[in-house]
């Protein structure tokens, strides 16, 4: 017979089994039964600073599916600040619920009180469903929160940045692949034409480039293809096309078993989050197929970058975009690396971000 502590004693393991997984350090549940506030903090790692992403609002439809997002997307962060030679750790807040129902003041602030809590363990950001006012309101209760909207002395909008990083780490690939990192006279599709993807179009179409453009709402894509001399494609039409460089810029996990065999590219470089839909298999295939693909993290920090130089201190347009341009060294080390190692682009990027988080482990150490 179960007895009632041996089913407490399942599901506790069952938490700290999912943390143990990707050696997450810490998870924190927010609950204000008043505000009706329901939030999860994952902190991924701190070795090298403060945990720092993005909080997301959104209607998860069970508290397993907020955790899980909280503790990948917190994971993520700590590899592409790695990688991006920040002193930062990696962590992420979701809040549950209807973003259009729940979002007030009181709520947000209180968010912002369970935030200031941690003492700068975790520092927080602007993330899907919460605008530049609910990051207002944020950090009325904590200091640890950093991307503000510039018209209150914030870094502002991230993505111009991040378009600038996936277009030197694009550079970088073409300079592998062609020997040479102009772009003049390649054809490049560009999937997504929200703000990272008319940033980069914008840095492409000067460029002397055949662009074609998809986007779900498909004025967008006109309206980018008519701005930027770009040919709209279908959404589908886009993986077909004989495009030397495919630029995802919509949503993660479009490169998989069905579109790996019908892309023609050459090259993969774009600023969607979670490219490879499974990291392992779907890399080894592009490698395979020798298609060099530029690790997603690597590339997209440019965004990352401005709001962790905001947050560390001594921000300004030149220094951001000094170390972003960074990302285009990076990337010939990684692809260089991978191929003297015969291992994937995605492996030697995880590899050259967990190394120096273990790296300057030993430097914290305690004297
Ligand atoms: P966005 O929401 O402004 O733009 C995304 C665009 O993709 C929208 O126009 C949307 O209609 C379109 N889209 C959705 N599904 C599509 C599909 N199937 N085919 C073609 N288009 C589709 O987002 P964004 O800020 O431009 O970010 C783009 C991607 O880059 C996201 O995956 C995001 O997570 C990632 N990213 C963004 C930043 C940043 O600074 N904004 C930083 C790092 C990573």
Known sequence: MIELNDIKRTRDFEIFGELAKNDHEQVVFCNDNETGLKAIIGIHNTVLGPALGGTRMWNYISDSEALNDALRLARGMTYKAAISGLNLGGGKAVIIGDADKLKNEA?????????ESLNGKYVTAQDVNMSENDMEYIS??????TGLSESIGG?????????????????????KAFGNDSLEGKSISVQGAGHVGM?????????????????????????????????AVGLEEIYDLDADIYSPCAMGAT???????????QIIAGAANNQLDDEELHGHMLAKKGIIYAPDFLINAGGLINV??????????????????????????????????????????????????????????AL
């Open 107 to 115: 709520f947000l602030r209180r968010f912002g009180r369970f935030v």
């Open 140 to 145: 009325m209760e904590t200091k640890h929160v």
């Open 155 to 175: 870094a502002g909008d991230p993505s111009p940045m991040t378009a600038y990083g996936v277009y030197v780490g694009m550079k970088a690939c073409a300079k």
């Open 199 to 231: 940033h980069l179009l914008d840095y492409l179409a000067k460029e002397n480039v055949k662009l074609y453009v998809s986007d779900f709402i498909e004025s967008r894509a006109k309206a980018a293809a008519s701005r930027f001399g770009a040919q």
């Open 255 to 265: 490169i998989n078993d069905s579109t790996i065999e019908r892309l023609h590219c």
């Open 308 to 365: 962790g130089i905001d947050y560390l201190g001594g921000w300004s347009k030149e220094k951001v975009y000094r170390k972003t341009e960074r990302i285009y060294q990076t990337t010939l080390d990684i692809l260089n690396l991978s191929e003297r190692e015969g291992i994937h682009t995605q492996d030697a990027a995880m590899r050259v971000a967990k190394r120096r988080i273990s790296e300057i482990a030993k430097v914290k150490k």
